[in-house]
């Protein structure tokens, strides 16, 4: 994998697709094992999250359903702080068992503030599976329950995750050099 260009940053190889994979597969046949004979509800978080929700999906055998919620907090290669919803959650969550799906967890200031109101519609129980954690980052502590790699405070592009709208169509992720 070469260096790419993404706007104006450089980006070198970080995790190949096939690495991605890999992990992908290991998570969900934890949440096969975990929640054999259940039905689950999948939140995805957009717009990062599809491809790894994707992909989870079809490795998936139990029973399961999906639907997409939209917050962010990124400007550029910084979190900017402030979160937002575009589109909101439109399903009943009372007695669930929910497993959100993030791309990335960084500073946790958007499940921070995303969980409480979740909550409020009182799951049967809430975990999360994320594709990649940045634990020097954290801020605001959140446990990933599902978890595909610990990174380096450094920023990345590609598999579904941008810089400024570009990159995420990659399928390898990439890291700013």
């Known amino acids: 994998m070469p260096v790419i260009n993404v706007h104006d940053k450089k980006f070198s190889p ?8 890999q992990q992908i597969k ?3 046949a934890a949440i096969n094992e975990d ?7 999948f939140i995805a978080i957009l717009n990062g999250s599809f491809m790894f929700a994707a992909d989870l999906f079809k490795y998936l055998t139990i029973d399961a359903e999906i639907c997409f919620i939209k917050l962010a907090s990124y400007k550029g290669t910084t979190s900017s702080g ?8 439109d399903v009943d969550l009372i007695g669930k068992d929910v497993i959100i799906i993030e791309d990335i967890v960084d500073t946790g200031r958007t499940l921070n503030e995303f969980l409480p109101k979740l909550m409020h519609q009182q799951p049967a129980s809430l975990k999360i599976a994320a594709l990649l954690h940045k634990p020097d980052a954290v801020k605001f502590p959140i ?4 978890l595909g790699f610990s ?3 450094k920023f990345v592009v590609g598999y579904g995750l941008d810089y400024d ?7 390898e992720i990439y890291q700013l050099v």
């Open 143 to 146: 446990r990933v329950d599902y």
């Open 165 to 171: 709208g570009l990159g995420r169509n990659l399928r």
């Open 82 to 89: 402030q979160m937002f919803t575009a589109i909101g959650l």
């Open 151 to 153: 990174i380096p405070n």
């Open 26 to 28: 290991k998570i969900a």
């Open 14 to 21: 970080f995790l190949s697709e096939q690495e991605i994979q």
């Open 35 to 41: 929640y054999a004979g259940m039905r689950p509800m």
